[in-house]
């Protein structure tokens, strides 16, 4: 199965308070977890990547918590900001060589309330 | 945008007639991925190229096709537009495949066709 399920669609957080978003696969073939973040009017950047082997990475104030046995890995934005209000996908990478692609969640939209 | 451009930014068009999309970089990456982006869909790969001339369909390749003459230059068009096919279109680029890759993307297409 080379889906990535992710939740919830949408996320209203208070300014201060944790962002959880989550997402689970099913294929254990996936070998690389990025997150990215989008603004309205501009493409997806890269946030925050995981490797299965890793249970969690944190850079700043964003946490990714990998959890290879239940096939399920979540994004935690600590101490939300208004600034944070964006789209944010999971991905997961599959393949070899040339024929190496990214495997994309259908997005969250989170709106940090001021 | 880590020198990348998309041209045109905007573009409304009639059904049936041929459109092309460019994307250019100016990173000497090798791999290149064409994405549409729609509500609910997420980002979807239309088709991607590994090197000059060498390029491979997507999920979503049906009515679309692709060139890259230059390692800077890749080419979208749609042959015959569709309003199925209005949507926004990003182009990225990465710099090798393998586990860790970064797909570094565009400002996007916005096209709309009537």
């Known amino acids: 199965q080379q889906q990535v399920k992710q939740s919830p669609q949408s996320l209203i957080v208070q300014k201060g308070g944790i962002s959880i978003i989550n997402c689970a696969y099913e294929?254990?073939?996936?070998?690389?977890f990025p997150w990215y973040q989008q603004f309205p009017g501009k493409g997806p950047a890269l946030l925050i990547a995981?490797?299965?082997d890793v249970s969690e990475k944190k850079e700043g104030r964003f946490t990714i918590s990998f959890n290879k046995s239940a096939k399920q890995f979540s994004l935690h934005i600590m101490d939300s900001q208004p600034g944070d209000s964006a789209t944010y996908f999971c991905?997961?990478?599959?393949?070899?060589?040339?024929?190496?692609?990214?495997?994309w969640g259908l997005g969250t939209s989170l709106a940090v309330n001021p | 945008d880590a020198g990348i451009t998309q041209s045109p930014r905007h573009k409304v068009t009639e059904t049936g007639t041929p459109v092309t999309l460019r994307c250019h970089q100016t990173?000497?990456?090798?791999?290149m991925y064409w994405y549409r982006q729609d509500p609910g869909h997420g980002l979807r790969l239309i088709h991607y190229?590994?090197?000059?001339?060498?390029?491979d369909k997507g999920e979503v390749s049906d009515g679309y096709s692709v060139s890259r003459s230059k390692t800077e230059d890749f080419l979208l068009t749609l042959e015959s537009a569709t309003s199925s096919q209005t949507s926004v279109y990003f182009c990225?680029?990465?710099?090798?495949?393998?586990?860790?890759?970064?797909?570094?993307f565009g400002p996007g297409t916005r096209l709309l066709v009537l």
């Open positions: 991905a997961a990478s599959i393949g070899a060589g040339n024929n190496r692609k990214l495997i």
């Open positions: 294929n254990t073939a996936f070998d690389y």
């Open positions: 995981i490797r299965p």
């Open positions: 990173e000497n990456h090798r791999y």
């Open positions: 190229s590994y090197g000059v001339k060498d390029t």
């Open positions: 990225a680029i990465s710099e090798r495949g393998g586990a860790g890759e970064t797909q570094y």
